[in-house]
């Protein structure tokens, strides 16, 4: 059985300083990959960034990036130079194999201070 | 290009009535997945389908929920004499095949079930 695990419930960060949202995983499958999602106030979920476990470099795309550390199995969201706008919900996904289906962490709610 | 579209937003049920909420995957998908979130938790899988066919239902509970994706018109979630533990905010996914890599599955903006 998949699992994933968010340790963080909430966590505050001054304006433009980088934040680390933590996310640890369980698997036994070889093949799987990793997903972190923004769900803001109103509701929608935004994808930020995907790690597959066979890929050689940790993901980036703009101020998100993943430290994926496979032996520790874990998959950290850093953001760098928060922003008002990042405050919001963060949930890390997992899929394994060659499904769809994610399996959701319980998320952690980020606030970021001006 | 439109995402995917979930409607009606809001919803709201007295319990006993039924719910029915819609989904409209993105243009040429054909992948259709379901999940749940409940107030301040993480979403939990519910229903993987196909044009016409239901292919993983092992998140779906047992009794009152049923969901289908015809060959025409959006996927539907059906819930039955809804309860109080219904309320939460239903999301649909799609993607165009099956195993995509990240940002190849798309979500919708959820519909947010009240049930009073």
């Known amino acids: 059985a998949q699992k994933i695990t968010q340790t963080q419930p909430g966590m505050f960060v001054q304006e433009k300083e980088a934040v680390t949202l933590d996310c640890t995983y369980d698997?036994?499958?070889?093949?799987?990959?990793l997903f972190w999602y923004k769900q803001p106030s109103s509701g929608e979920m935004i994808f930020l960034i995907y790690?597959?476990?066979?890929?050689?470099q940790n993901a980036t795309e703009g101020r998100y990036s993943l430290n994926f550390q496979k032996a520790r199995k874990s998959a950290n969201l850093v953001i760098s130079a928060s922003q008002l706008g990042d405050s919001a919900m963060y949930f890390c996904a997992m899929r394994v194999g060659a499904g769809n289906m994610l399996t959701f962490g319980g998320g952690t709610r980020l606030m970021v201070k001006p | 290009n439109a995402g995917v579209m979930q409607n009606p937003r809001h919803l709201v049920r007295r319990r006993g009535q039924e719910a029915r909420l819609r989904c409209s995957p993105m243009k040429g998908h054909s992948h259709v997945y379901w999940y749940r979130q409940l107030p301040e938790e993480g979403l939990k899988f519910m229903v993987y389908l196909q044009k016409e066919n239901i292919i993983d239902e092992s998140g779906m509970p047992k009794e009152r929920f049923s969901a289908e994706f015809p060959k025409e018109g959006p996927s539907i979630l059906r819930i039955q004499q809804v309860v109080r533990g219904d309320s939460a905010a239903y999301f649909c996914a799609s993607s165009l095949r099956q195993g995509e890599a990240a940002g190849e599955l798309f979500f919708g903006e959820g519909s947010r079930l009240t049930v009073l």
């Open positions: 790690q597959g476990s066979y890929d050689q």
């Open positions: 698997t036994s499958d070889p093949s799987y990959g």
